[in-house]
């Protein structure tokens, strides 16, 4: 009878396709496979579980999880269309702020600017002035990606916006099937679980409807990883090189590992000079599966970190360029990235908890002999459920946190929920099958992600929906200013005509349409067409302009958020971008108030010039004081267009 059984355990795990492996007959974690007498009792149903691992992929279940969440990706725009039925002016649906910068460098290239260009500023990468690299010019891929068809197709920005978002949530979810699909063999499981993945995210992040029952400001936004372009257009990308790596190690035609070899790399470097938490946490991923793969299965290491190695020797070797290109950055670049060194450890985030959990949950499961240490199947659910407590804390070891928060938003929820989903597909389920039918189950988790997916749509759609409607309004001045442009002038420090746009949020979006420059705007720091101490003198002669008294200046401060952004840099103003974070006092406040009316009591012609001004937009009821810009400009009779006033401004005494 035992050796019956024996038998039976060695011909189902052979019919995987996996080659079982002798381990260390100590471990407890990765027990012997080739044992004549098995230790342990093997279930029957976790021997009926074992699928062969060449099943053909019925593609059909993905597409329609698929098609599901490309239909809740359009609801937002949809919403906005509709609620501006025939006043719509083409804008797109907005939930993160720094779309707009995005949006503003592919409309530069659309425009056939060079990839190095500031479109805040209006300065261009010219041989004569050399402007470094950018965040933007560094991780081109994706804006080139979209302004290209979008130029040829004659798109405007906001089109290709609004296109890229259910392109993005389709392949995703595809993506996110084909991972499901490899490695558990349940195409329909696997379709039922996307929408899990995919629509929880915010909720295993620790933010999203939640938060306010803790007495915290919740983050409301949706399906965070349709963020445009970035991560957006990648993040399909970044799903498929976990497909990839699994067909390299599990493959059993050389011709076709190599073939995946190859595509693997590919993605990681499409990762790499897209968006910077993509790569890393790929990167930090396939060493977890070199990690495990050594530990787990001693006998096939050598195979499994050749191929791994192969990977990341085509990676290295095309990465070159990407280390140049960082050596040539702007010196504002790191302070605009919050770049921190620390070696601090950050183990309180609510999804390290989740893995933590994730991860216990395996192990017990190993040592309770539920499912098998050297499975890889197990082993790449274990990775992920990892990889939360490598990005958080990586810094242990390398000295340096760059917005952790960014690896909260868009990477280990994704990562925390596929271990999660593997481990509810991979995981015995004898309790579960006595009272419910385990289709029923995963019908049921698909739902429910599918509905509360919906749920947060809704939500950020009626609290974004004023604002997105404003921006609408304010986008038939964009479409106005790019009739108005005029060629670049041949000044090399302020080549195009500049406006000042009042309303802060408004002026922000203006170059996501309008190739005209700004005075100044929130984003203008993340570019680096200006310096640190140019960036803080345009906010002065914004304030200016707008005619903020020097004794107003820190309640203008307090009232208004993107002060302190502007004023102390993003790693001051915002707790969740650094690792040390130091709060503002009012010492520091103080002292930039006196710096202000220093600048104001001192404001005379020659910055009036730096820049020169060409146009003045403002809401129509408006009640500011623009004294101190008519002291300095003439302003014509101004043109209505919607809800705002467009000037043009002429410099007083000039001929």
Same mark, same amino acid.
């Given at each position: 009878?035992?050796?019956?059984?024996?038998?039976?355990?060695?011909?189902?795990?052979?019919?995987?396709?996996?080659?079982?492996?002798?381990?260390?007959?100590?471990?407890?974690?990765?027990?012997?496979?080739?044992?004549?007498?098995?230790?342990?009792?093997?279930?029957?149903?976790?021997?009926?579980?074992?699928?062969?691992?060449?099943?053909?992929?019925?593609?059909?279940?993905?597409?329609?999880?698929?098609?599901?969440?490309?239909?809740?990706?359009?609801?937002?725009?949809?919403?906005?269309?509709?609620?501006?039925?025939?006043?719509?002016?083409?804008?797109?649906?907005?939930?993160?702020?720094?779309?707009?910068?995005?949006?503003?460098?592919?409309?530069?290239?659309?425009?056939?600017?060079?990839?190095?260009?500031?479109?805040?500023?209006?300065?261009?990468?010219?041989?004569?002035?050399?402007?470094?690299?950018?965040?933007?010019?560094?991780?081109?891929?994706?804006?080139?990606?979209?302004?290209?068809?979008?130029?040829?197709? $004659?798109?405007?920005?906001?089109?290709?916006?609004?296109?890229?978002?259910?392109?993005?949530?389709?392949?995703?979810?595809?993506?996110?099937?084909?991972?499901?699909?490899?490695?558990?063999?349940?195409?329909?499981?696997?379709?039922?679980?996307?929408?899990?993945?995919?629509?929880?995210?915010?909720?295993?992040?620790?933010?999203?409807?939640?938060?306010?029952?803790?007495? #915290?400001?919740?983050?409301?936004?949706?399906?965070?990883?349709?963020?445009?372009?970035?991560?957006?257009?990648?993040?399909?990308?970044?799903?498929?090189?976990?497909?990839?790596?699994?067909?390299?190690?599990?493959?059993?035609?050389?011709?076709?590992?190599?073939?995946?070899?190859?595509?693997?790399?590919?993605?990681?470097?499409?990762?790499?000079?897209?968006?910077?938490?993509?790569?890393?946490?790929?990167?930090?991923?396939?060493?977890?599966?070199?990690?495990?793969?050594?530990?787990?299965?001693?006998?096939?290491?050598?195979?499994?970190?050749?191929?791994?190695?192969?990977?990341?020797?085509?990676?290295?070797?095309?990465?070159?360029?990407?280390?140049?290109?960082?050596?040539?950055?702007?010196?504002?670049?790191?302070?605009? #990235?919050?770049?921190?060194?620390?070696?601090?450890?950050?183990?309180?985030?609510?999804?390290?908890?989740?893995?933590?959990?994730?991860? &216990?949950?395996?192990?017990?499961?190993?040592?309770?002999?539920?499912?098998? $240490?050297?499975?890889?199947?197990?082993?790449?659910?274990?990775?992920?459920?990892?990889?939360?407590?490598?990005?958080? @804390?990586?810094?242990?070891?390398?000295?340096?946190?760059?917005?952790?928060?960014?690896?909260? #938003?868009?990477?280990?929820?994704?990562?925390?929920?596929?271990?999660?989903?593997?481990?509810?597909?991979?995981?015995?389920?004898?309790?579960?099958? #006595?009272?419910?039918?385990?289709?029923?189950?995963?019908?049921?988790?698909?739902?429910?992600?599918?509905?509360?997916?919906?749920?947060?749509?809704?939500?950020?759609?009626?609290?974004?929906?004023?604002?997105?409607?404003?921006?609408?309004?304010?986008?038939?001045?964009?479409?106005?200013?790019?009739?108005?442009?005029?060629?670049?002038?041949?000044?090399?420090?302020?080549?195009?005509?500049?406006?000042?746009?009042?309303?802060?949020?408004?002026?922000?979006?203006?170059?996501?349409?309008?190739?005209?420059? &700004?005075?100044?705007?929130?984003?203008?720091?993340?570019?680096? $067409?200006?310096?640190?101490?140019?960036?803080?003198?345009?906010?002065?002669?914004?304030?200016?302009?707008?005619?903020?008294?020097?004794?107003?200046?820190?309640?203008?401060?307090?009232?208004?958020?993107?002060?302190?952004?502007?004023?102390?840099?993003?790693?001051?103003?915002?707790?969740?971008?650094?690792?040390?974070?130091?709060?503002?006092?009012?010492?520091?406040?103080?002292?930039?108030?006196? @710096?202000?009316?220093?600048?104001?009591?001192?404001?005379?012609?020659?910055?009036?010039?730096?820049?020169?001004?060409?146009?003045?937009?403002?809401?129509?009821?408006?009640?500011?004081?623009?004294?101190?810009?008519?002291?300095?400009?003439?302003?014509?009779?101004?043109?209505?267009?919607?809800?705002?006033?467009?000037?043009?401004?002429?410099?007083?005494?000039?001929?």
């Amino acid at each position: 009878m035992e050796n019956g059984l024996s038998a039976s355990v060695t011909l189902s795990y052979h019919s995987t396709g996996l080659t079982p492996l002798p381990l260390f007959p100590p471990s407890r974690l990765f027990p012997h496979p080739h044992s004549p007498v098995p230790r342990f009792p093997v279930p029957s149903y976790t021997r009926r579980r074992v699928m062969p691992m060449n099943k053909t992929i019925r593609w059909r279940w993905g597409l329609i999880a698929a098609l599901a969440m490309m239909l809740l990706s359009l609801f937002p725009q949809l919403h906005l269309c509709w609620e501006r039925g025939a006043q719509w002016h083409g804008s797109q649906a907005f939930f993160y702020t720094d779309e707009s910068a995005y949006a503003a460098y592919v409309n530069a290239l659309i425009d056939g600017r060079p990839r190095r260009n500031d479109p805040y500023s209006g300065r261009d990468d010219t041989p004569d002035s050399p402007l470094p690299e950018s965040l933007f010019s560094i991780q081109f891929i994706p804006a080139y990606l979209v302004a290209l068809p979008a130029r040829a197709l $004659g798109l405007s920005t906001a089109k290709a916006f609004i296109l890229i978002t259910p392109l993005v949530a389709f392949t995703t979810a595809l993506a996110l099937f084909w991972i499901l699909a490899l490695i558990t063999n349940e195409d329909r499981a696997a379709a039922a679980l996307v929408p899990f993945v995919l629509c929880l995210a915010l909720l295993a992040s620790g933010n999203g409807v939640l938060r306010p029952i803790f007495g #915290q400001q919740a983050t409301l936004v949706y399906l965070p990883f349709l963020r445009r372009y970035s991560p957006a257009v990648a993040f399909p990308c970044f799903l498929l090189f976990f497909c990839l790596v699994w067909q390299v190690l599990m493959h059993p035609a050389r011709k076709w590992r190599l073939a995946y070899v190859i595509g693997a790399a590919a993605t990681f470097l499409f990762c790499v000079y897209s968006y910077f938490y993509l790569w890393t946490a790929a990167l930090a991923w396939i060493i977890l599966v070199g990690l495990l793969w050594f530990i787990a299965r001693p006998d096939d290491w050598r195979n499994g970190l050749r191929r791994i190695g192969l990977i990341l020797a085509i990676v290295l070797a095309a990465s070159a360029p990407y280390a140049i290109l960082l050596s040539r950055r702007a010196p504002t670049m790191d302070a605009a #990235q919050a770049l921190v060194r620390t070696h601090a450890p950050d183990p309180w985030r609510v999804t390290e908890a989740i893995a933590l959990i994730l991860v &216990l949950g395996l192990i017990f499961a190993i040592f309770r002999r539920r499912v098998s $240490g050297h499975d890889p199947r197990i082993l790449f659910t274990l990775t992920f459920a990892l990889l939360p407590f490598v990005l958080y @804390n990586q810094q242990i070891i390398t000295g340096r946190s760059l917005q952790p928060m960014h690896y909260e #938003q868009f990477i280990t929820p994704y990562s925390a929920l596929l271990a999660l989903a593997l481990m509810i597909l991979l995981l015995p389920r004898r309790k579960v099958e #006595q009272g419910f039918s385990r289709a029923a189950l995963l019908l049921t988790l698909g739902l429910f992600g599918y509905l509360w997916g919906m749920g947060e749509t809704w939500i950020a759609t009626r609290r974004f929906a004023q604002v997105n409607v404003r921006r609408d309004e304010a986008h038939a001045a964009s479409l106005r200013l790019r009739e108005l442009a005029k060629p670049p002038a041949n000044s090399q420090q302020d080549p195009r005509e500049v406006v000042f746009a009042n309303i802060v949020a408004r002026g922000d979006n203006l170059p996501t349409t309008a190739p005209q420059a &700004l005075l100044w705007a929130p984003h203008m720091f993340v570019f680096s $067409g200006v310096s640190l101490a140019e960036n803080k003198e345009r906010l002065f002669k914004f304030l200016y302009y707008s005619g903020v008294r020097a004794e107003d200046f820190t309640r203008y401060y307090k009232t208004y958020g993107f002060m302190e952004y502007a004023v102390f840099g993003w790693e001051r103003a915002n707790a969740k971008l650094a690792a040390n974070y130091k709060p503002i006092s009012d010492d520091e406040i103080a002292i930039e108030a006196k @710096n202000y009316f220093a600048f104001a009591a001192n404001f005379d012609a020659t910055r009036a010039t730096r820049p020169t001004l060409s146009y003045l937009l403002v809401e129509e009821n408006h009640d500011l004081d623009f004294s101190n810009l008519d002291r300095w400009y003439v302003r014509d009779n101004g043109e209505r267009i919607g809800k705002h006033l467009l000037y043009r401004l002429t410099l007083r005494n000039s001929t």
